[in-house]
């Protein structure tokens, strides 16, 4: 009798050992005071902090499209581990910097090889192919970047400098004087390392072709719980694990690449009719997606810059009596609040992001969709754009930071729901899962080409306005690339993705492995249970009889469904379904 099978279920462990992966990049530490420390003029220290944070932009759009083809040859797991121990080692670098040159250079080398952001999304695609759980599973990482974020400059504030800070301990400390800013770059690193070894240990291949291959990180791993698991529990575990293997052995060719190579000789006509991998990937939706990412990123990024200039900037007095100001459009003048209340503001910030991400986004986005939450949030954006230059013009300190916080909690929701939105719509507009890392690192690239452009733009038109006393100038022109950012959003589909509907599911959560489709397997004769040798049947200590392999037939039959035929062995175009 077959088994019945249970509702798709969130792999949590999977997703709690890549956020610990994701955990440390954004604790890593950069602060305007270390650009101080190199003897910048305080008015230039936003322009080196921007050249600086677009250093790194660009140098990641530059390696992202290899990293993602990396993750498609060697494998998800690698790849995160490799690019996690290249940006520990750029962190700590960054860390003993004694010039701007240097540090330009070491943020350079931090980009390149922070190729994590594109193959983490796919890790995460693979592990959640449904589209009624991807809404919670695409907001994990966001907001583990969230808490990072929250975290990283109060650590780095805590910790910079420390021999200035605490004289008592490290003030006779020859390193910590030379190096003030080593010390929250080891702390980060710390972080780091504690990543990598819960990936090693227990973080699982997701793709689909290195998934079943032996995996000596999860053979310790598993060694080093054994004796903290129940063993009833593993014994009915490893019992599940041998049926399922010999399921596998029985309906997938021992050599699927001889097979396919086999199949391309009979068939030479079908080799030059297969899409190139450049069609494959730009797909109109994917295209689309992209584009849409990258505005999204360049004028996002470029707002959440300039808000702590614009809050630090001196206030305009006497506007009333001042001949350069002729309101309501041309005026100057910020804020002028010191950092601590700046890193206030921005921190009850991060936690709203915090709840709107983990409470609001998934079950709204379940409800409504996520490519109709996308339609209505892009239109936040350019209205608190051009709202938050007016908020200098309030009479009071407090009236200016209330209004500028309820313009950030408006802009908030526009981001947590924005950037999940189209990371799935990106996954899902994916022709075949051979080339979703590939299409994450090309999105990564182009997104980091919109995080460089975005910084770089808003500090040029922030230094014009206020030279100009338009101090609207910044602001309205990222109003612009927001409403150019609202057009595309309205030819995007929502695709139906990798999950094949409700009834299939991930197989994380129990090791199950989808299998492909039976009308996409090459035909071969009906086996004959009675003559299996024991090499067809998977080595020397197997047991093949009809008892064993009906709960496989019954399996593969309930596994025959539309949702796997999209699977990296068989791509189809997401357009033509």
């Known amino acids: 009798m077959a088994r ?7 792999p949590k462990q999977q997703l709690l050992i890549l956020s610990l992966c994701r955990f440390a990049e954004p604790i890593a530490f950069t602060s305007p005071e270390m650009i101080e420390s190199f003897n910048v003029p305080k008015n230039k220290v936003a322009r080196w902090a921007g050249i600086t944070s677009a250093a790194f932009s660009l ?3 530059l390696t ?10 060697f494998g998800r797991k690698p790849v995160i581990l490799v690019a996690m121990l290249c940006t520990m080692l750029a962190c700590l670098l960054f ?6 040159a240097w540090a330009i250079i070491v943020r350079s080398l931090s980009g390149a090889v922070n190729g994590n952001i594109g193959v983490l999304r796919t890790t995460v695609a693979e592990m959640v192919p449904q589209k009624e759980l991807q809404p919670t599973a695409f907001s994990v990482m966001p907001l583990v970047w969230t808490i990072g974020g929250i975290l990283g400059p109060s650590l780095g504030g805590a910790l910079a400098s420390p021999a200035a800070r605490y004289p008592g301990t490290f ?18 690193s710390l972080f780091f390392l504690v990543g990598l070894s819960a990936g090693f240990l227990f973080l699982k291949e997701t793709l689909e072709t290195k998934k079943h291959q032996h995996d000596y990180g999860r053979v310790l791993g598993k060694a080093l719980i054994r004796p903290f698991k129940n063993t009833n529990r593993a014994d009915w575990h490893d019992r599940d694990e041998q049926s399922r293997s010999l399921l596998k052995r029985s309906r997938i060719p021992s050599n699927p690449t001889a097979n396919d190579d086999s199949d391309a000789l009979a068939n030479p006509q079908a080799v030059k009719q297969a899409p190139s991998l450049y069609r494959e990937v730009f797909t109109r939706q994917s295209s689309i997606n992209l584009l849409v990412y990258t505005l999204l990123a360049l004028h996002t990024i470029a707002y959440d810059q300039l808000l702590p200039i614009f809050m630090h900037y001196p206030r305009q007095e006497n506007r009333a009596t001042n001949p350069r100001v002729k309101l309501p459009f041309k005026f100057s003048g910020g804020f002028g609040i010191d950092s601590d209340r700046i890193g206030l503001l921005f ?12 409470l609001a986004f998934p079950p709204i986005a379940r409800h409504f969709g996520v490519l109709n939450c996308l339609k209505v949030v892009t239109i936040i954006f350019p209205v608190a754009y051009i709202l938050t230059p007016f908020t200098a013009l309030l009479p009071s300190q407090l009236m200016q930071q209330t209004g500028m916080f309820a313009i950030m909690f408006l802009k908030c929701w526009g981001s947590i729901f924005a950037f999940p939105c189209i990371t799935i719509l990106l996954t899902n507009s994916a022709s075949s899962l051979r080339i ?13 080409l919109g995080r460089a452009a975005g910084p770089a733009i ?3 038109t922030f230094s014009l306005g206020v030279d100009h006393d338009y101090l609207i100038t910044p602001w309205w022109t990222l109003a612009v690339f927001a409403i150019l950012g609202v057009v595309p959003v309205w030819w995007l589909l929502e695709m139906d993705g990798f999950g094949g509907g409700d009834e299939t599911d991930s197989g994380f959560e129990d090791d199950e492995v989808l299998l492909p489709n039976e009308d996409d397997m090459p035909k071969s004769d009906p086996i004959d249970t009675a003559n299996v040798s024991p090499e067809q049947a998977g080595g020397e200590n197997a047991i093949v009889t009809e008892e064993n392999l009906e709960p496989a037939k019954q399996l593969s039959k309930t596994l025959s469904h539309d949702g796997v035929n999209r699977r990296v062995s068989s791509p189809v175009s997401a357009e033509n379904q």
């Open 4 to 10: 019945s099978r249970d509702p798709p279920k969130l």
């Open 59 to 61: 140098s990641q759009a």
């Open 64 to 73: 992202g499209i290899f990293w993602g083809r990396a993750s498609d040859r």
């Open 95 to 100: 860390g003993f910097s004694r010039s701007l």
């Open 171 to 188: 003030g006779n400390s020859r390193f910590f004087n030379d190096y003030p800013f080593a010390l929250p770059n080891l702390v980060a």
């Open 347 to 358: 921190t009850a910030y991060g936690a709203c992001g915090m709840l709107i991400q983990f």
């Open 436 to 448: 979703l890392g590939t299409l994450n690192g090309i999105s990564t690239s182009v997104s980091a």
């Open 458 to 460: 808003g500090g040029w």
